[in-house]
């Protein structure tokens, strides 16, 4: 089965039984870049390539190829023994001095590991990519090479791509650089240390690297230091990785590396095994690596599944899913996802920790498994950094990829499974896994009949009304001009107004949202604000202005739109800015770059849950409502006179 397009969907049959069966993982995408970004620093004695075979090939393997091709490092592939490898020719220390651009597609990791290179190699790089990438975090990278003296601009929005770096050497014996955010910040000024000029040449001092608090995400950390032993460079963690040092006087020199299995990627086939009590071979992939996602392999463990080594190959033996009270996935979080696919079909409740970093990943990881559970009829509770989830029996649904090619193949697990689950967008895998369908194909997750989507056209004939709808839901972000449109729309066609955020304040006995939040806190507004959907669900002939956040409870919504028509007060986030510029007391908005992210990240649920979408960049709230009233067939109801 080939991935269809993006605008299709892929519909899944399940094991009619379990199976045995042995895939060939492609190689790991976090190996595969680190890799080519050493092999382009590495020496090389008469003008012999560095040789890497198994490189990953997919978008992320080739943004950093394109990277690389546009700083003029050459590269072949070729192949030995049916082996595929790829040859890296040149040294980045040794390009021109002249001005490039390096596009790296959605590879935060090719990006953040190249911008911390660009501070040492010759000339200009301006670094940036498509508009997911340019909405993940840089800026604890960049304040710690400018603390440094290196030169960095923002080009657009502060913290984010595209950045421009104007340095070209950096002097220094001690760096530091907070890990909170992404590992991926400290690998990228582990591999630059060598390259590094010591303050004192002739010092022989170590390049140290310190963290003011630990990190997430130690496993990558442990990686970095794993594929820079390999080629030549050793490197020590101290105190809790809260402190890294590098020799003075190393340099790259490794001629030839394989890179691993991705075990990321074999871990959807061992959730797999586990869920439908198959036996799984993994060919190549050893219980030593010190990727990170080998983690989940010790979590199935937990549930029940075997694992043992044969011939070099691993296998999971799967005996079903048993729920989990406590996982702390702080160190592997990329397979969040799939544990709580797995624990959907546990009878009992598990508790996923450790999440922080889901929130700024391709999507807001923990918000868009809470509603696509919820669409299975699974009770779904989701904190800042965690997931509860109540197992029970999850039902066949059609599942939202937002971009996320994880969503994607942690959701093909229950495909397994469930008859007729659709995954939407499934060319996204091709962002590490290009191969990820047929290989669920030749497994025996059969068909994967493509399937067409429903469309914007279809879903606007539905809200073409011939009576006034039941319900009014308006959603949006903060200065969407949801309230001022509910008010217009209620005066005029006789429908009762109502505020959440403002119903919710009056029951609370505070006085604003902003003292909920400072004093009760955040969970507890939302808590107040699920049980004032259900108060709300069974309402008609209403007009309802929701709090910005609404659409981050599937559940919630699901409530709200109950006989409604959802509409999407679509503001950009310049026209937020303008019309909150004296309200940033509210609690999300104290932190701007924070809040442009919740922005970014709200977006896609807003687009999901409306059944209309209307801008209202521009325009009065007077003439949002005719446009909403125009698009619904309202018609004005005339006011009745008074007697006298």
């Not at 010591?198 to 995400?217: C, K, M, R, T």
């Amino acid at each position: 089965m080939t991935a269809s397009t993006a605008n299709r969907a892929v519909r899944l049959s399940p094991l009619p039984q379990p199976v045995q069966a042995t895939v060939t993982i492609p190689g790991s995408k976090s190996y595969t870049i680190r890799a080519l970004i050493l092999a382009a620093m590495a020496e090389k004695p008469n003008g012999q390539p560095v040789r890497v075979w198994n490189v990953l090939r997919s978008d992320d393997g080739q943004a950093i190829l394109d990277c690389l091709k546009a700083l003029g490092i050459r590269t072949e592939w070729g192949e030995q023994d049916g082996q595929a490898y790829l040859d890296v020719f040149g040294q980045v220390q040794h390009i021109a001095d002249a001005d490039y651009t390096l596009h790296a597609n959605l590879s935060a990791a090719t990006l953040r590991f190249l911008l911390a290179l660009s501070s040492v190699i010759p000339g200009r790089q301006t670094l940036l990519g498509h508009d997911g990438l340019n909405r993940r975090p840089v800026r604890d990278l960049v304040d710690a090479l400018r603390a440094l003296g290196v030169s960095i601009d923002y080009l657009g929005q502060d913290g984010y791509p595209p950045v421009r770096v104007n340095s070209s050497q950096l002097s220094a014996t001690r760096l530091s650089v907070s890990g909170s955010t992404s590992s991926q910040y400290i690998s990228a000024l582990l591999m630059i240390a060598p390259l590094i000029e010591p303050e004192i040449a002739s010092s022989g001092q170590p390049v140290v690297i310190d963290l003011p608090e630990a990190p997430v995400s130690k496993p990558y950390l442990d990686m970095t230091v794993d594929i820079m032993r390999a080629f030549g460079v050793n490197a020590t963690h101290q105190e809790d990785y809260q402190r890294f040092a590098v020799p003075a006087g190393q340099t790259y020199t490794a001629r030839s590396y394989v890179v691993e299995p991705d075990a990321s990627s074999a871990a959807y086939f061992a959730a797999i095994a586990t869920l439908t009590g198959s036996a799984i071979t993994i060919r190549n992939l050893s219980l030593q690596s010190v990727q990170a996602d080998m983690r989940f392999i010790e979590i199935l463990k937990q549930m029940g599944t075997q694992v043992r080594v044969v011939d070099g190959d691993l296998v999971i033996e799967g005996h079903g899913v048993r729920p989990l009270a406590l996982v702390d996935m702080c160190d592997c979080p990329d397979q969040a996802q799939a544990l709580a696919v797995l624990a959907a079909f546990a009878d009992g409740i598990t508790r996923i920790e450790g999440l922080q970093s889901l929130r700024v990943k391709e999507t807001d990881r923990i918000a868009a498994v809470e509603t696509e559970l919820q669409k299975m009829g699974i009770r779904v509770e989701a904190e800042v950094d965690a997931l509860v989830i109540h197992g029970g029996n999850p039902q066949a649904a059609r599942i939202a990829t937002y971009g996320d090619h994880r969503m994607a193949m942690a959701f093909a697990v229950a495909g397994a499974v469930l008859d007729g689950l659709e995954i939407e967008d499934p060319a996204v895998v091709n962002k590490t896994y290009p191969g990820f369908w047929e290989d669920l194909s030749a497994l025996g997750v059969g068909g994967c009949e493509s399937v067409s989507p429903v469309s914007s056209e279809k879903v606007l004939e539905t809200i073409s009304l011939e009576k006034s709808p039941e319900k009014i839901v308006l959603i949006g972000f903060m200065g969407a001009g949801k309230s001022a449109v509910a008010r217009i729309l209620a005066e005029r066609h006789h429908l009762q107004a109502v505020d959440m955020d403002a119903l919710i304040v009056q029951q609370s006995g505070r006085q604003s949202v902003t003292e909920i939040f400072d004093t009760d806190g955040e969970v507890h507004f939302r808590a107040l604000e699920a049980q004032l959907a259900e108060q709300l669900a069974p309402q008609s002939q209403v007009v309802i202005a929701t709090g910005g956040g609404v659409v981050m409870n599937a559940s919630l919504m699901q409530c709200l739109g109950q006989q409604a028509s959802v509409i999407w007060l679509d503001a950009s986030w310049d026209t937020v800015q303008a019309r909150l510029k004296h309200a940033l007391d509210r609690p999300l908005l104290r932190d701007l770059e924070q809040a442009s992210q919740l922005y970014q990240q709200r977006l896609p649920l807003y687009r999901q849950a409306a059944h209309l979408q209307i801008s209202t960049d521009g325009k009065t709230p007077q003439a949002v409502a005719d446009e909403i009233a125009s698009r619904l067939n309202l018609h004005p109801v005339p006011r009745q006179c008074s007697p006298v």
